[in-house]
């Protein structure tokens, strides 16, 4: 059996060096995003960017932006030239925030299988997983794989598997909308299909002006996992027919806005560099997707992805300031915006470092914790035992208006018997890929699905991917028991009823206490 114990999920920031290169990295070649003074478009642009010699691939009206490919310094310089642009600044790469996962056996859902990084990853290549369906319902939700949804707040009501009374008795988020903005989602999962009333897609594939992929096919359907397992934690569907996981927020309504594709992990386009492949795209792609978010009347935003800048730059700078004003818009609009803080292992800020977007204004930065029941644990053949809640190693923290909220850790627990005993990981719903397909590159009767698990329906992970949906379910609850609530007020309940413990820096998530304050 193949396992990792020591990897890191990401390179961890062990110098500025690395971290400097990292940002260097996600600097998109020849994409741009055009700022104007007055924060409108003006309406001859197109004409204008045109006859600078550059092509425009977006409008981001809302902000006054609009995103450019250009091919030249020449052309650069004649758009910065042009009477109504404030700056230019370079898109960037944006990536899915990397988790840890084991996978469930399909073909005998109580035997887990391997615990694989997916980044870095060494390419490997299960047997075939088949659909699978679960006969009873919620089944991992009444059993120890649901310590995550239930530790975030997600239970009560009478719900089988924890405490009779809890938040659920307020509300189960009905009439909330929460966004989530990732690699799409598995749009007939049956723990996503119940909740999904908006389905979208950002992605760009044209080869003159967008991102192509030959691992992805571009539409709202998540051809990754990623998505899908952030979105059950937020709002899997509760009840019949409805799979085997609930969200925190099971009746609140799922707005799908993909804006991450499957990349391959070099530049090949080969089944291989697929497989072993991570959600990515483009940053203009994330505003469009808050654009459309906000447009779609989204009260909450989950973010499970992100960028380092360096503030010390002018375009880390420019980022940094034009963040703060879209977040700012979107709060005052009445979205609340959640995001992981990331998993480089890293104190944030870091000099000058932060990460976009979880560190813009009125955003809301997660930081994973632990499963009390399985105290983290990086031995070999480590076995769960109960412990304090602690920030896992992955985990970036520091952020001062950080909360915590479960990612989950090693140790895995049973490799025999997953579904009935304790776990340092978080179970999900992911991706089966496009109906009626096997696995493969997206085009005749193929598509990816699960990380590179192939078509299986539910994944054990980690990571703060984990944490900032299970954030967004929580801030789901209270902005159904309080609709007259501000964005500001919400993330403000869930900072100051949070709790303070000894054995983590950052307050860890109370959505029972959340909901008694007035």
């Given at each position: 059996m193949f396992r990792l114990r020591y990897l890191p999920i990401v390179l961890l920031l062990s110098s500025a060096t690395t971290a400097h290169s990292q940002i260097a990295e996600a600097i998109a070649p020849n994409r741009y995003v055009v700022v104007y003074k007055s924060g409108t478009v003006p309406a001859d642009a197109e004409s204008?960017?045109?006859?600078?010699?550059?092509?425009?691939?977006?409008?981001?009206?809302?902000?006054?932006?609009?995103?450019?490919?250009l091919d030249t310094a020449a052309a650069q310089s004649n758009l910065a030239a042009q009477p109504g642009v404030a700056m230019i600044l370079h898109d960037r790469y944006v990536t899915a925030h990397s988790i840890l996962f084991a996978p469930r056996n399909a073909t005998n859902p109580n035997t887990a299988g391997p615990a694989i990084p997916l980044f870095p990853i060494t390419p490997f290549h299960p047997n075939p997983y088949p659909i699978f369906f679960a006969a009873e319902t919620d089944t991992d939700y009444n059993s120890p794989q649901g310590w995550a949804v239930q530790q975030a707040g997600g239970f009560g009501d009478n719900i089988p598997g924890a405490s009779a009374t809890g938040p659920w008795n307020t509300s189960k988020g009905a009439g909330v909308r929460i966004a989530i903005l990732d690699t799409g989602v598995d749009q007939?999962?049956?723990?996503?299909?119940?909740?999904?009333?908006?389905?979208?897609?950002?992605?760009?594939?044209?080869?003159?002006?967008?991102?192509?992929?030959?691992?992805?096919?571009?539409?709202?359907?998540?051809q990754t996992g990623h998505g899908t397992w952030t979105a059950s934690l937020a709002t899997g569907a509760l009840g019949p027919s409805t799979g085997n996981v609930?969200?925190?927020?099971?009746?609140?309504?799922?707005?799908?806005?993909?804006?991450?594709?499957?990349?391959?992990?070099?530049?090949?386009?080969?089944?291989?560099?697929?497989?072993?492949?991570?959600?990515?795209?483009l940053l203009s792609w994330v505003l469009q997707g808050i654009d459309d978010a906000v447009a779609n009347h989204a009260d909450i935003i989950s973010l499970s992805l992100g960028t380092l800048v360096d503030l010390g730059t002018g375009d880390g700078a420019g980022w940094k300031s034009q963040f703060d004003a879209i977040t700012r818009a979107a709060a005052q609009s009445g979205t609340v915006i959640v995001a992981a803080l990331g998993n480089n292992g890293?104190?944030?800020?870091?000099?000058?470092?932060?990460?976009?977007?979880?560190?813009?204004?009125?955003?809301?930065?997660?930081?994973?914790?632990?499963?009390?029941?399985?105290?983290?644990d990086l031995a070999a053949n480590a076995t769960c035992s109960p412990g304090p809640i602690t920030r896992p190693y992955y985990s970036n923290y520091g952020d001062p208006n950080a909360i915590a909220a479960p990612g989950g850790s090693y140790p895995e627990g049973s490799t025999t018997d997953p579904t009935n005993s304790v776990s340092g990981y978080i179970m999900g719903a992911c991706s089966s890929g496009l109906v009626n397909t096997t696995d493969g590159l997206p085009a005749n009767g193929q598509s990816f699905g699960c990380f590179n698990l192939g078509h299986t329906q539910?994944?054990?992970?980690?990571g703060t991917s984990a944490s900032a949906p299970l954030v967004a379910g929580a801030a789901a609850i209270l902005c159904a028991a309080h609709p007259t609530w501000t964005a500001a007020k919400i993330i403000a309940t869930l900072q100051t009823s949070a709790t303070r413990l000894p054995s983590i820096s950052t307050p860890v998530l109370n959505l029972p206490a959340a909901l008694a304050l007035q």
């Open positions: 204008q960017i045109t006859l600078a010699g550059a092509h425009l691939t977006a409008h981001l009206d809302r902000f006054g932006m609009v995103a450019v490919s007939s999962h049956p723990d996503i299909a119940p909740n999904l009333i908006v389905n979208l897609s950002e992605i760009n594939q044209s080869p003159t002006t967008g991102l192509p992929s030959a691992c992805d096919d571009g539409t709202p359907q998540d609930i969200g925190v927020a099971p009746q609140a309504s799922l707005l799908n806005i993909k804006v991450l594709e499957r990349l391959p992990s070099t530049g090949a386009t080969t089944t291989v560099a697929c497989e072993a492949g991570q959600g990515g795209g890293t104190q944030l800020p870091n000099g000058t470092l932060i990460e976009l977007p979880a560190e813009a204004a009125s955003v809301l930065p997660v930081v994973a914790t632990t499963n009390p029941a399985c105290a983290e539910y994944v054990q992970a980690m």
